[in-house]
């Protein structure tokens, strides 16, 4: 794994730059897709206990930022740079109005009672209250935060505002202002991508094996189980199960319901990144798949929908030796496409049922996935998909320009 955050921050910047340079865009625009809008640090103090918060917002040319807050123990200020970042990519990438932000906690949710991380979700929202708002900054789950935590946060924010402000927070329970699907949409969306995955590639019952069995890799893999395709590996932390024949994700939902764990405690199955399958599914966590491991990797393609799960230099190898990776910019879009819907309906602009939700996010996917997939001979599908974003945020930062003038 990146133990080292920074190194996240400078393989995205990297890759921005490198993309500006190949493709034409701008310098003064690169540059200023080099740097966050604001970074707003500051503390949380929870019983003697001290806790770093950050919230950084990256860009938002194309509408309010955007993106989720992370309880992370070792969440540092670089990573939720670079997330938010990748949070703008995305957004443009997937035509969706809003701008890039990324918000986090460093602090052991583990260790935390509900009420200490209620307290926690408070403490976030006093701190970064005064640049966040529906049209301004909307803060929605990541890891180790979800709905309840959400409206927490936004309950947070209408006492400290004194309105109700819906459409501040999304992600939301459904008594305050959630939409259903949303809590699924992120896996949901990375199966939709399977799904066109095998389909643009002729994998017909493809196996699949999934790291991360979290909010995003459980519904990911309900979603993928009614595919064409076959479940053989599911790993969370340091537990794991394999089983050739095909793995009941039910059943694997059932025991961690009851035990925490997906399996057996020290059953470990770090090998899933070397099995041998037709696509490995990353739902777990950044640079897990870098140069110094990406030689072992065996699977025929692979979908990232954890945040930068492979690093830039392991991904030009493996587009060399033909493997697919789908990136993260576009694999994990479905929870943004959703909060897209959730804030509109806060915003009494148009209805969303769960099947108008989930089929926008469908066929926006597609759409986009169909594009870039169009380019892998030449490129890497997250180079195609970097230059498109790139574009598009150089074209609207333009635009705002002209009109000033
Ligand atoms: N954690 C989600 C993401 O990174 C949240 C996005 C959102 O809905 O704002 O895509």
């Known amino acids: 794994m990146i133990v080292d955050m920074s190194s996240l921050l400078k393989d995205i910047k990297k890759q921005i730059k490198a993309e500006c340079k190949r493709s034409g865009v701008r310098k003064d625009i690169m540059k200023r897709i080099l740097c966050v809008d604001r970074l707003l640090e500051f503390t949380i103090f929870l019983k003697g206990n001290i806790f770093k918060a950050y919230r950084s917002q990256h860009n938002n040319v194309l509408g309010p930022y955007k993106g ?3 309880f992370c123990k070792d969440v ?18 997937l035509n969706i109005p809003f701008g890039g932000a990324k918000g986090g ?5 583990e260790k935390l009672s509900w009420e200490e991380k209620e307290e926690v979700s408070r403490g976030f929202v006093r701190g970064a209250s005064p640049i966040l708002g529906p049209d301004v900054d909307i803060p929605a789950p990541d890891i180790n935060t979800n709905e309840e935590v959400m409206a927490v946060m936004a309950d947070e924010y209408s006492k400290i505002t004194g309105r109700l402000s819906p459409g501040s927070f999304t992600g939301n329970t459904l008594e305050r202002g959630g939409i259903e699907g949303r809590k699924e949409a992120t896996g949901y969306g990375g199966a939709v991508i399977l799904e066109e995955l095998c389909n643009l590639e002729g994998l017909n019952g493809a196996t699949v094996a999934i790291q991360g069995f979290g909010n995003v890799g459980s519904n990911f893999a309900f979603f993928a189980s009614e595919k064409n395709c076959k479940i053989v590996a599911i790993s969370e932390k340091k537990e794991g199960v394999v089983a050739k024949e095909g793995l009941s994700v039910k059943d694997v939902w059932d025991y961690k319901k009851k035990t925490g764990k997906i399996c057996v405690a020290g059953e470990n199955k770090d090998d899933i990144l070397e099995m041998d399958v037709d696509i490995l599914v990353l739902a777990a966590t950044e640079g897990v798949i870098h140069k110094k491991n990406v030689e072992k990797v065996r699977a025929k393609h692979i979908i990232s929908i954890a945040n930068g799960p492979v690093t830039r230099k392991a991904e030009k190898f493996l587009r060399k030796k033909g493997v697919i990776v789908v990136p993260d ?6 929870g943004v496409i959703a909060s897209y819907c959730e804030w509109k309906k806060a915003k009494k602009e148009e209805d969303f049922s769960k099947e108008k939700v989930f089929s926008f996010i469908s066929q926006r996917m597609k759409e986009v996935f169909r594009e870039i997939y169009q380019n892998k001979k030449e490129r890497t599908l997250s180079e195609t998909a970097l230059s498109i974003s790139l574009h598009r945020l150089e074209k609207a930062m333009l635009d705002k320009e002209n009109k000033m003038r």
């Open 68 to 70: 989720g807050v992370r």
């Open 76 to 93: 540092a200020r670089d990573e939720v740079k670079a997330l938010s970042m990748m949070m703008t990519l995305k957004c443009a990438l």
């Open 105 to 109: 906690v460093a602090v052991n949710p």
């Open 329 to 334: 910019i576009l694999a994990s879009a479905g």
